[in-house]
């Protein structure tokens, strides 16, 4: 069996900081994109930060500068640096992991259980 289980998350003031990890359990082979998705109560869920297993990087236009994805492709694990937290920032953040391979078999879409992050004074 293979999932993503991710950390991190909490309560935080404006302006401060966290960082989100994401680490995929199981026998993995290979794992083409990772992203960190977010969804606010009364919301959709949105992209909030992508990277390819080359490293190339995209944001949301509301997080850059502000947000930063890197990723450890021998651990199988993403990280989400927040910076500039606020309180629009509050939602549950979900790892996403797509085109995985593992063996016995392959996921197109493998999704996390999702971590609270909440901005506020």
């Known amino acids: 069996q293979v999932q993503l289980v991710e950390s991190g998350g909490g309560l935080v003031q404006p302006g401060g900081s966290l960082r989100l990890s994401c680490a995929a359990s199981?026998?993995?082979?290979?794992?083409?994109?990772m992203d960190w998705y977010r969804q606010a109560p009364g919301k959709e869920r949105e992209l909030v930060a992508s990277?390819?297993?080359?490293?190339?990087?995209t944001y949301a236009d509301s997080v850059k500068g502000r947000f930063t994805i890197s990723r450890d492709n021998a651990k199988n694990m993403v990280l989400l640096q927040m910076n500039s937290l606020k309180p629009e920032d509050t939602a549950v953040f979900y790892c996403?992991?797509?085109?995985?391979?593992?063996?016995?078999?392959?996921?197109?879409?493998?999704w996390g259980q999702g971590t609270q992050v909440t901005v506020s004074s």
């Open positions: 199981g026998s993995f082979l290979s794992i083409n994109t």
């Open positions: 996403h992991a797509q085109d995985v391979r593992y063996r016995g078999g392959s996921v197109r879409h493998l």
């Open positions: 990277i390819t297993n080359g490293g190339r990087t």
